[in-house]
């Protein structure tokens, strides 16, 4: 069983940054990879990055690239989202998700993730 906790949410400036942790436990090998969504309010939750723990591959939603870094840390079992000049439109709630897939790139679609955590909070003030 696959189990994904989320930190490092908070309230930063407009222009800031934060790195937001994923942690897995259970198996987390193999064809996984881990997404980042969020969720603004009123909004459905969105694709925001994911890794392919097969060979690290990326990929981005638009509204990020040149702005945010996924990646990972094997041994420990945790994926990192580094988020720089962050904006008020970033706002939401964070989640990363596990998505078992052999496609040659992995979802931003929140339907192709099949474990999820919590969710951490990023607030972004103008």
């Known amino acids: 069983q696959v189990q994904l906790v989320e930190s490092g949410g908070a309230l930063v400036q407009s222009g800031g940054s934060l790195r937001l942790s994923c942690t897995a436990s259970?198996?987390?090998?193999?064809?996984?990879?881990i997404g980042w969504f969020r969720r603004a309010p009123g909004k459905e939750r969105e694709g925001v990055s994911c890794?392919?723990?097969?060979?690290?591959?990326?990929n981005y939603a638009d509204s990020v690239k040149g702005r945010f870094t996924i990646s990972r840390d094997k041994d420990k079992k945790t994926w990192y989202l580094e988020m720089n000049n962050l904006k008020p439109e970033d706002i939401g709630v964070y989640y990363c998700?596990?998505?078992?897939?052999?496609?040659?790139?992995?979802?931003?679609?929140?339907?192709?993730?099949?474990?999820w955590g919590q969710g951490t909070q990023v607030t972004v003030s103008s």
């Open positions: 998700g596990a998505e078992w897939t052999t496609a040659a790139k992995c979802s931003l679609h929140r339907s192709d993730y099949d474990h």
């Open positions: 259970g198996f987390i090998y193999g064809f996984y990879s």
């Open positions: 890794i392919r723990n097969a060979d690290a591959d990326q």
